[in-house]
C-alpha cells in the first residue's frame, strides 16, 4: 500500500512539472532546460525580455556590471568614500548627546525629559587634531554623515541620529588643537519631543 501511494505521488508530481503536450514542444523544453541550467545567482534581475533571447543570454549584462551588488542610487549618503586608500589616519573624537534641562526637570521631574538619547536636543562631536590649524580643516555634514578631511587626519563619521546639518555649527579650539561640531537632532513629533 505504501508503494502504490509513493508511486501516486510521483505521478502528481510529474504531472505538475510537465507542460501540456499542445503548449510546447519537447525540443523547446530542453533548449530552455540548457539556458536555464547556465544561469546564476548573477542573472536575476531587471532585464529585458530581449536581451534574454538568444544564445549569448547568459552572458549580456542587461546595461550594468552583473557583479555589482546594489545599484549606486540605492547606497545612503556618506557610505562610499572617493579615496578608499586614503593614508590618513582617523583622529581621536567623542559624540556627546545634549538636552536642555532646567531646574523643574531636575528637582520636580514636570517636563518628560529623560536622561535618555531621545530626549537630547543636539549632538556634540569633539574631534581633537594635534597639530593642525584651522585653515587647514575641511568639513562636510550630511543629515548622517560628517566627512572632516585635513592634511594629516581623515574622519568619515556616521552618525547615531539624524541632525539639520545646515543648523549646526563649529569651531576650531586653537589652544586644545581640537574642533567642537554642534547640530541640532532632526527628532520626529512623538510624546517626548513635542518641539
Known sequence: M?????????????DLLSLPADEESDAEDCKNVNLMAKMGPGHIG???????????????????????????????????????????????YEIIMKQSVGTEDLFLGMSRNNPSSMCCESMLVRVKLPKTQASDLVLGVKERFIDLRTPNYRLALHLPHSVHNSKGTARFITGRCELEITLPMNRPLDSINLT
Do not use: F, Y
Not at 505504501?2 to 510529474?14: F, I, K
Not at 538568444?54 to 549580456?60: F, I, K, T
Not at 549606486?72 to 562610499?80: D, F, I, K, R
Open 2 to 14: 505504501v508503494e502504490l501511494s509513493s508511486l501516486q505521488n510521483l505521478q502528481a508530481l510529474s
Open 46 to 92: 531587471a532585464c529585458s525580455p530581449a536581451s534574454r533571447q538568444g544564445n549569448n543570454a547568459v552572458h549580456r549584462t542587461c546595461g550594468k556590471n552583473t557583479k555589482d551588488i546594489w545599484d549606486m542610487e540605492e547606497v545612503t549618503e556618506g557610505t562610499h568614500s572617493d579615496d578608499l586608500e586614503d593614508p590618513r589616519p582617523q583622529p581621536e
